[in-house]
T-cell receptor
Framework: GAVVSQHPSWVICKSGTSVKIECRSLDFQATTMFWYRQFPKQSLMLMATSNEGSKATYEQGVEKDKFLINHASLTLSTLTVTSAHPEDSSFYIC??????????????FGPGTRLTVL | SQKIEQNSEALNIQEGKTATLTCNYTNYSPAYLQWYRQDPGRGPVFLLLIRENEKEKRKERLKVTFDTTLKQSLFHITASQPADSATYLCALNDYKLSFGAGTTVTVRA
């Protein structure tokens, strides 16, 4: 149980184009979903937190107009990287949390999406 | 914000030995600290959670300690196996997860 999927698993795009990444909780309803970015040999950095039906909360330094997050249902969140540039190339990972306790509820992570911008 | 340091980038050990990983943080002690396993090109997988009032937590061959005085958590893999080879991340949970950069463990057969 508690499986989170991401699609696509990898994507290559040209500079200036937009890319959409989907995150789904397959066997549970997630009250909250999170989007992280990870550069090689670095830690996961939280980009934004989203609750179903609400606007996402972005971390300091993350451009909300560039990284559009939509959380339309309890099982689906999407991240759209708009006007992608080579510096946006990274490993994007989503996670989903059941319940409302931010401290004790486990986050389940997706397998990640490798984005390469040429 | 918290600065989280995991003591070494890489750890190579012989099969059957115990791997010990360190996680140090700089600011306030979080209520909860978690450890995750991450395989190359994959998302993290939750392993263990320890609360600030717990000294030690065990799960099969894994053991975690949490010392709020030292601001440190230790993660032990006993009787290590080649299948334990992965990157291990510690994460401080203060309503949001803050991750360390991880320690890559390689277990030699």
């Amino acid at each position: 149980g508690a499986v989170v999927s991401q699609h696509p698993s990898w994507v290559i795009c040209k500079s200036g184009t937009s890319v959409k990444i989907e995150c789904r909780s397959l066997d549970f309803q997630a009250t909250t979903m999170f989007w992280y970015r990870q550069f090689p040999k670095q830690s996961l950095m939280l980009m934004a937190t989203s609750n179903e039906g609400s606007k996402a909360t972005y971390e300091q330094g993350v451009e909300k107009d560039k990284f559009l997050i939509n959380h339309a249902s309890l099982t689906l969140s999407t991240l759209t990287v708009t006007s992608a540039h080579p510096e946006d190339s990274s490993f994007y990972i989503c996670s989903a949390r059941v319940g409302t306790s931010g401290l004790t509820d486990t986050q389940y992570f997706g397998p990640g999406t490798r984005l390469t911008v040429l | 914000s918290q600065k989280i340091e995991q003591n070494s980038e890489a750890l190579n050990i012989q099969e059957g030995k115990t791997a010990t990983l360190t996680c140090n943080y700089t600011n306030y002690s979080p209520a909860y600290l978690q450890w995750y396993r991450q395989d190359p090109g994959r998302g993290p997988v939750f392993l263990l959670l320890i609360r600030e009032n717990e000294k030690e937590k065990r799960k099969e061959r894994l053991k975690v300690t949490f010392d709020t005085t030292l601001k440190q958590s230790l993660f032990h893999i006993t009787a290590s196996q080649p299948a334990d080879s992965a990157t291990y991340l510690c994460a401080l949970n203060d309503y949001k997860l803050s991750f360390g950069a991880g320690t890559t463990v390689t277990v030699r057969a």
